[in-house]
């Protein structure tokens, strides 16, 4: 079984050259901090706080929104997960991605810090002969 991540690509270098192009001001505040109202509202509901503090106006602590996707989760795609939920989805879905996004509440930064694919590896249950 493999419920370890896998297939694990990290924005961090993408970050980092957005903060760069906001203080060179090749990139505006405004389009740094366009956080949609939807990823707002499921940060200040279902996002998981960090200690990191926004890189942009550091006021506040990011907080992480983890979405998961997959031909396997059906109606469950798209949505919201607490980290917790995602060992369990693991052991019961063959394959499915994580997608992870900081989010300040304050400035309305946002950003994908990284994604990576769980499951257990097995086909689905549904094509398996």
């Avoid at 991540?5 to 505040?29: C, E, F, K, N």
């Avoid at 939807?38 to 929104?65: F, I, N, Q, S």
């Avoid at 919201?80 to 509440?105: H, N, P, S």
């Avoid at 499951?119 to 002969?129: I, L, V, W, Y």
Wanted: proline share 3%.
């Amino acid at each position: 079984m493999r419920r370890r991540p896998r297939q694990i690509v990290d924005y961090g270098l993408a970050r980092r050259a957005a903060l760069a192009g906001l203080r060179s001001g090749h990139l505006t505040r405004a389009d740094a901090c366009d956080a949609h109202p939807y990823l707002l509202r499921a940060a200040r509901y279902h996002g998981e706080a960090t200690d990191e503090r926004c890189p942009v106006c550091r006021k506040t602590r990011l907080t992480h929104v983890t979405y998961v996707y997959g031909d396997e989760l059906g109606r469950y795609a798209g949505r919201v997960k607490a980290t917790a939920e995602l060992a369990e989805m693991a052991g019961k879905y063959g394959e499915f991605r994580v997608y992870v996004v900081e989010v300040c509440q304050s400035c309305a930064w946002n950003h994908l810090t990284v994604s990576y694919v769980l499951g257990h590896g097995d086909e689905p249950r549904s094509r398996r002969g």
